[in-house]
């Protein structure tokens, strides 16, 4: 029972996501949705679930669905309009380099919603991620300011936020 209870989140996430790409409610696809999922999460949970009861607290839940309205609505609009801009501008005015920004998270799996985050934001990469200072080195197509508390404002902000409050 502890077993399925620490693999809960990994199934109902492999469900969902087979039923999204599969693109049908079948009875069939039903079926085999559940057997894929119920094997996927059996076998990663070990590895992926550090603490089950994190992984079905429903806050963390209500958070990561928050963040990913906001990330993908607003965030990621934003930062493609600006990235367009800057292309079609004749003089292309773009001022990039590698700043440093101080990071809150301490969790692997925040660090790797960060990254994540970041790097899928058009004008931003991370290039290297050092754990012990807690800074995140990050190519920036437009830098702006190389002062750490407004890096991190314009960078990382929300993000290192929520993902705090989902995964530590």
Same mark, same amino acid.
């Given at each position: 029972?502890?077993?399925?209870?620490?693999?809960?989140?990994?199934? &109902?996430?492999?469900?969902?996501?087979?039923?999204?790409?599969?693109?049908?409610?079948?009875?069939?696809?039903?079926?085999?949705?559940?057997?894929?999922? +119920?094997?996927?999460? *059996?076998?990663?949970?070990? *590895?992926?679930v550090?603490?089950?009861?994190?992984?079905?607290?429903?806050?963390?839940?209500?958070?990561?669905?928050?963040?990913?309205?906001?990330?993908?609505?607003i965030?990621? =609009?934003?930062?493609? &309009?600006?990235?367009?801009?800057?292309?079609?501008?004749?003089?292309?005015?773009?001022?990039?380099?590698?700043v440093?920004?101080?990071?809150?998270?301490k969790?692997?799996?925040?660090?790797?919603? &960060?990254?994540?985050?970041?790097?899928?934001?058009?004008?931003?990469? =991370?290039?290297?991620?050092d754990?012990?200072?807690?800074? +995140?080195?990050?190519?920036?197509?437009?830098?702006?300011?190389?002062?750490?508390?407004?890096?991190?404002?314009?960078?990382?902000?929300?993000?290192? =936020?929520?993902?705090?409050?989902?995964?530590?």
């Open positions: 029972m502890k077993r399925l209870l620490r693999a809960f989140s990994i199934i &109902l996430f492999s469900f969902l996501l087979y039923l999204v790409y599969s693109g049908s409610m079948r009875l069939y696809d039903i079926v085999t949705g559940i057997a894929v999922s +119920l094997a996927i999460g *059996i076998i990663m949970a070990p *590895i992926v550090e603490n089950w009861r994190k992984s079905l607290d429903i806050y963390r839940l209500l958070y990561l669905i928050k963040y990913i309205i906001v990330y993908f609505f965030y990621e =609009v934003k930062s493609h &309009l600006n990235v367009i801009k800057l292309g079609l501008s004749p003089s292309m005015p773009i001022r990039p380099g590698v440093r920004v101080p990071i809150c998270s969790s692997g799996y925040a660090l790797t919603l &960060l990254s994540l985050s970041i790097t899928n934001t058009p004008g931003t990469v =991370v290039v290297d991620i754990e012990d200072k807690s800074t +995140l080195y990050v190519n920036w197509i437009y830098v702006t300011t190389v002062e750490s508390e407004k890096v991190y404002r314009e960078v990382v902000g929300e993000f290192d =936020v929520y993902a705090k409050k989902i995964f530590d």
